[in-house]
C-alpha cells in the first residue's frame, strides 16, 4: 500500500465551528499538542450563520435573572428530557464564557449604561441573549479563530475524516482525505474530539448548509458510542418560503424577540389560539398585554409568538394545513407595522438584506412570508456530561453533534453558549486523558486499508447509482414521512424505503478522478445521512406520544411515562438498535426551583 500522509496529536478536533474551537483552544491551554480539521473553509462553520446571539444569565437587562431560572428554562423548554447536569453546567458557566469572549475580543451590542446588550427569545424568561446585531455567529467565530491561529493551533482546512480509529479498545486516531487532490491522510490521536455539527441536509428544507450531513454522529455510533434523543429535531418556525431557490434559509427569531407578529391570511395573530396549558401562566392572552411585555417584563406575560419553537413551528403547519396560509405555503410576520424602518434597520441588519436580495422583500413595509425549516438536532452522542466522554474511551463530543444537553427540544441561543461551555470542558478533559495515558495506540495499516477501499468503491462501480439522485429521494423521504408531524404507518414506510436507500448505495458510482470530486464526496456524506435518518425514524416510531420537536398525530398527547426516558441508538447489526433508559435523577434542591 502506498504511504499516506500522516500526523500525530494528542487533541485531535474534528470541526472548527464553535465547539470545536473552542475545544481545541482548551486543550492547547491545558499543554496538548492538537490539531484541528474541518471539511469546509476555516470560518465558514455553521456557527458563522448564527444570528440572534448567545444566551447567558448575565442580568445586565433585568437584574432578576440567574442561572437558576435560566437552567429552569432550559428544563421546561426541553419538555425536561435534558440531562439535568448538562443544563446546569450550562446554565451556570455561560456567562463566564461571554465575558472571556469579550477579554478576546469580541465586540458585543452595549446597554445604555455600557453593559453587554441581552435580547429576548422564545422561552427565556428575561432578555437573555448576549449579540452583535443579527450577526453574533460571526463574532464568535472570529474571536476564536484569530485566537486559535494566535497560539498556532495546526488547521487541516476543506479535510475531511471518513473514519475513527480505534486501538486496544479506545481510540487511536482517524483518517480522512483532502477534498481537492482526495489524497489520503490519517492522524494518530489518543484523544479525538467531534464537533461536527448537525444533520440537517437529511431534509428537503432546511437551514443548514452542505456540510450538515451528519458525520460525526454516523462516525461516533459506528466506533460503539450511542445516540441520544435521536427522534428530537428542531424545526424552526420561520424559515424563508419563497422564491424557492431559497426556501428554508432562516428567519431570525430576533424578529419576534424585536417585536415581529405573527398573521394568518385573515390577518389574525394566530398564536392566541395555540398556547399549551404546560405554558399558560406565564403566556400573555391578549394583544394588549403582550404588547405591554416589551415595556415591562416583569409585570406582564409574554407574547406568545416567543413560546418554545416547537410550539410555535406546530401552530403555523396547523394554519397553513387549516388553509389560513400565505400564498406560498406559510404564513405573514409582520415587524413592519409595529417598529420604525430606522429600528428594523439598525437591529435586524441582515434580515433587512436577506430579504432584499433574495426575495425583493421590504421587511421595513411590508411582512415576510415565512414557514417551519429543519433547524437543529437535539439528538446525539451520549457524552458524561462533565468530561464530553462518550461510552467509547478517548472518543468525546461537543456543541450540536453531542445530545442531552437540550432535551426534546432547543432554546433559541441555548447553542451557542453549549459551544462555548461544553467546547472549553471537552477540550481541557480530553488532553488531560492524553497526558494521563501510559501508552498510546496506533493507527495500524490495516486500519488505513480498510478505510480507503471503503473511500475508493464508488470509483469502482461503473454505470451504478447517482449519488445526487439517491440524496434527492433521502431527502423526500424523511421530509415527508420522518417530519414535523408524524404517524406510524408512515415511519415504517420510511423505513422501509431507507432500507431500499441503503441496498442503492452499495451501488453508487462515481465518474472522473480523486482531484475536487463533489459526487465522490457526496457519495462518501451519504452513508452517514442514512445512519442518522435510521436512527431519528427509529426513534420516533418507539417514542408513543408527542413532545418537543416530536409530533405524533396519532398519540398527540404527552405521556408520563414517556418523561423520564431517554431512548439510545446503537449499532445492532447491520442496522440500528434502540434503547430506552432512565433519565438520570435530579437531585431534590434543582427539583424544587420547579415547584
Ligand atoms: C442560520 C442559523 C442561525 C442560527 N442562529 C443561532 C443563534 O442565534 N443562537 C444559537 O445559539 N444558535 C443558533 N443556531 C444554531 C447554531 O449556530 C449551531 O447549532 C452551532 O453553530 C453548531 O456549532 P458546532 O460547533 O456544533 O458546529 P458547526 O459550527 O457547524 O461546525 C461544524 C464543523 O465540523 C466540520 N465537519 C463536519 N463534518 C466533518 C468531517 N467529516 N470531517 C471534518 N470536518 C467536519 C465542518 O466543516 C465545521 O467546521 C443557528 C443555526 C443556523 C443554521
Known amino acids: 500500500m502506498a504511504e499516506i500522509e500522516r500526523h500525530r496529536f494528542d487533541v485531535l478536533v474534528v470541526g472548527a465551528g464553535g465547539a470545536g474551537l473552542r475545544a481545541a483552544i482548551a486543550a492547547h491551554d491545558a499543554g496538548a499538542k492538537v490539531g484541528i480539521v474541518c471539511k469546509s473553509l476555516l470560518g465558514k462553520a455553521h456557527t458563522v450563520m448564527a444570528e440572534g446571539g448567545i444566551a447567558a444569565a448575565m442580568a445586565n437587562v433585568w437584574k432578576e435573572d440567574n442561572w437558576q431560572v435560566h437552567f429552569r428554562d432550559t428544563m421546561r423548554g426541553g419538555k425536561m428530557l435534558n440531562h439535568w447536569r448538562m443544563a446546569q453546567l450550562h446554565a451556570q458557566e455561560a456567562p463566564d464564557r461571554v465575558r472571556e469572549l469579550e477579554e478576546w475580543g469580541a465586540l458585543f451590542d452595549r446597554t445604555p449604561d455600557g453593559l453587554i446588550s441581552q435580547r429576548d427569545f422564545g422561552g427565556h424568561r428575561y432578555a437573555r441573549l448576549a449579540h452583535v446585531g443579527d450577526r453574533t455567529g460571526l463574532e464568535l467565530i472570529r474571536t476564536l479563530q484569530q485566537r486559535a491561529v494566535a497560539l498556532g493551533i495546526e488547521v487541516f482546512m476543506e479535510c475531511t475524516i471518513t473514519k475513527l480509529v480505534k486501538g486496544d479498545g479506545r481510540i487511536a486516531g482517524a483518517f480522512g482525505y483532502w477534498r481537492e487532490s482526495g489524497r489520503f491522510i490519517a492522524f494518530d490521536a489518543?484523544?479525538?474530539?467531534?464537533?461536527?455539527?448537525?444533520?440537517?441536509?437529511?431534509?428537503?428544507?432546511?437551514?443548514?448548509?452542505?456540510?450538515?450531513?451528519?458525520?460525526?454522529?454516523?462516525?461516533?455510533?459506528?466506533?460503539?458510542?450511542?445516540?441520544?434523543?435521536?427522534?428530537?429535531?428542531?424545526?424552526?418556525?420561520?424559515?424563508?418560503?419563497?422564491?424557492?431557490?431559497?426556501?428554508?434559509?432562516?428567519?431570525?427569531?430576533?424578529?419576534?424577540g424585536d417585536g415581529g407578529v405573527l398573521r394568518n391570511s385573515e390577518g389574525r395573530r394566530?398564536?392566541?389560539?395555540?398556547?399549551?396549558?404546560?405554558?399558560?401562566?406565564?403566556?400573555?392572552?391578549?394583544?394588549?398585554?403582550?404588547?405591554?411585555?416589551?415595556?415591562?417584563?416583569?409585570?406582564?406575560?409574554?407574547?406568545?409568538?416567543?413560546?418554545?419553537?416547537?410550539?410555535?413551528?406546530?401552530?403555523i403547519n396547523a394554519e397553513v394545513k387549516a388553509g389560513r396560509g400565505s400564498p406560498h405555503g406559510g404564513v405573514f410576520l409582520d415587524i413592519a407595522s409595529r417598529r420604525s424602518p430606522e429600528y428594523v434597520r439598525r437591529r435586524l441588519p441582515s434580515m433587512y438584506h436577506q430579504f432584499k436580495e433574495l426575495a425583493d422583500v421590504d421587511i421595513t413595509a411590508e411582512p415576510m412570508e415565512v414557514g417551519p425549516t429543519c433547524h437543529y438536532v437535539m439528538g446525539g452522542v451520549a457524552v458524561d456530561p462533565d468530561t464530553g466522554e462518550s461510552a467509547v474511551q478517548g472518543l468525546y463530543a461537543a456543541g450540536e453533534v453531542a445530545g442531552g444537553m437540550h432535551g426534546a427540544n432547543r432554546l433559541g441561543g441555548n447553542s451557542l453558549s453549549d459551544l462555548l461551555v461544553f467546547g472549553r470542558r471537552t477540550g481541557l478533559n480530553a488532553a488531560y486523558a492524553a497526558a494521563r495515558l501510559r501508552r498510546r495506540p496506533e493507527v495500524g495499516d490495516d486500519d488505513i486499508r480498510a478505510a480507503s477501499e471503503h473511500a475508493l468503491a464508488p470509483f469502482g462501480i461503473e454505470g451504478g447509482e447517482n449519488p445526487y439522485a439517491v440524496q434527492q429521494d433521502l431527502q423526500e423521504v424523511m421530509h415527508n414521512l420522518v417530519g414535523i408531524i408524524r404517524t406510524a404507518d408512515e415511519m415504517e414506510q420510511a423505513l422501509t424505503d431507507l432500507a431500499g436507500l441503503w441496498e442503492r448505495i452499495t451501488r453508487l458510482s462515481v465518474e472522473g478522478h480523486r482531484q475536487y470530486n463533489p459526487g465522490w464526496h457526496l457519495a462518501l456524506d451519504l452513508h452517514n445521512m442514512l445512519r442518522v435518518s435510521e436512527c431519528i425514524a427509529r426513534a420516533a416510531l418507539e417514542r408513543t406520544e408527542s413532545r418537543g420537536g416530536h409530533t405524533r398525530d396519532d398519540y398527540p398527547a404527552t405521556d408520563d411515562s414517556w418523561g423520564r426516558v431517554n431512548l439510545h441508538c446503537r449499532i445492532d447489526g447491520d442496522g440500528v438498535g434502540i434503547t430506552p433508559e432512565p433519565l438520570p435523577q435530579m437531585p431534590d434542591e434543582l427539583r424544587e426551583l420547579f415547584n
Open 190 to 256: 489518543p484523544s479525538v474530539v467531534l464537533a461536527t455539527g448537525g444533520i440537517g441536509k437529511s431534509y428537503k428544507v432546511t437551514s443548514n448548509s452542505w456540510e450538515y450531513t451528519g458525520d460525526g454522529h454516523a462516525l461516533a455510533l459506528e466506533a460503539g458510542a450511542s445516540l441520544v434523543n435521536m427522534e428530537f429535531v428542531q424545526f424552526h418556525p420561520t424559515g424563508m418560503v419563497w422564491p424557492p431557490s431559497v426556501k428554508g434559509i432562516l428567519v431570525t427569531e430576533s424578529v419576534r
Open 270 to 315: 394566530f398564536m392566541f389560539d395555540y398556547i399549551p396549558e404546560f405554558f399558560k401562566a406565564e403566556t400573555a392572552d391578549s394583544e394588549d398585554e403582550a404588547d405591554r411585555w416589551y415595556e415591562d417584563k416583569t409585570n406582564n406575560r409574554r407574547p406568545p409568538e416567543l413560546l418554545p419553537r416547537d410550539e410555535v413551528a406546530r401552530a
